[in-house]
Every structure is written in structure tokens, then in C-alpha cells.
């Protein structure tokens, strides 16, 4: 409903086939949905939530992007840090994206950031093709 009541549109590219990876479907469920709900915490007055996933190479991909309003650049480093937050004060503990990186690298993957302010933001998290998938 939340997606609904900030009007923001949310498009999605998923193939009908893809080869499986290793990971923990609860574990990786908090990844996207809390890169989900960040994601809608920066669009308050709508816009657009873009998936996608597809393979890269020996990876399957997930992009996850937001027309909201960005990241300024001297914060950028900052966001996976523990206790590192840009919500205001009470919003937020700032363990969301520590946490989030910690488990995508725990399923030897990777997850990095891109933000302009002003244009939104997108992480893109690399998990590595299960072995004969």
C-alpha cells in the first residue's frame, strides 16, 4: 500500500529463465526489501522503483533504482557503514545497509552504489551463478 500512497510507479525486468544461485531466501529477502523501502523513503512524493535482473558474466545481477532524490557525493562512502544514517534524526539506526552488505558479501557477492542528487539512486548487487545452474 505504501507503494500506492506515495504514487510511485514501479517497472521491473525479470527473464523467464534464469540459472539459480546460492543464497539464503530469507536472508536475501531482507536485502531487497530494505533497499526496497529505502528506495521509497526517497521518493515521499512519488516517482519510479525500478528492478531489474539478469547475468552478468558468471554473476546474476539485481539492480535496484529510485527516482529519488540521490545521495550527495560526501556521503556516498559513508552508507554502509554501521550506525551511518541520512534520515533524520529518530528515522533510522543506520544498520540497514551494514547489514545488507554483510549479507551479500556472506554469499560471496558484491553490492555497490550509484547516486547523483537530484536523480536517484541504484544498487546493483552481484551474486555469484550456482555451480551446473
Do not use: C, W
Not at 504514487?7 to 530494505?34: E, G
Not at 528506495?39 to 529519488?68: E, K, Q, S, V
Not at 557525493?73 to 554502509?80: H, M, N, R, T, W
Amino acid at each position: 500500500t505504501r507503494v500506492l500512497e506515495q504514487r510511485v510507479n514501479v517497472t521491473s525486468r525479470i527473464p523467464d529463465h534464469l540459472p539459480k544461485v546460492r543464497a539464503d531466501h530469507d536472508q536475501m529477502t531482507q536485502v531487497v526489501l530494505n533497499l526496497i523501502l529505502n528506495a521509497l523513503h526517497a521518493m515521499p512524493n512519488g516517482g519510479t522503483l525500478r528492478l531489474n535482473l539478469d547475468i552478468a558474466g558468471p554473476y546474476a545481477r539485481l539492480a535496484i533504482a529510485d527516482t529519488g532524490g540521490g545521495i550527495p557525493p560526501e556521503q556516498l562512502a559513508q552508507i554502509f557503514e554501521p550506525f551511518f544514517t541520512t534520515k533524520p534524526t529518530g528515522e533510522g539506526t543506520g544498520l540497514g545497509l551494514s547489514i545488507v552488505k554483510r549479507i551479500v558479501e556472506d554469499h560471496q557477492g558484491s553490492i555497490a552504489v550509484e547516486s547523483n542528487p537530484g536523480e536517484g539512486t541504484v544498487f546493483t548487487i552481484m551474486l555469484p551463478i550456482a555451480p551446473g545452474a
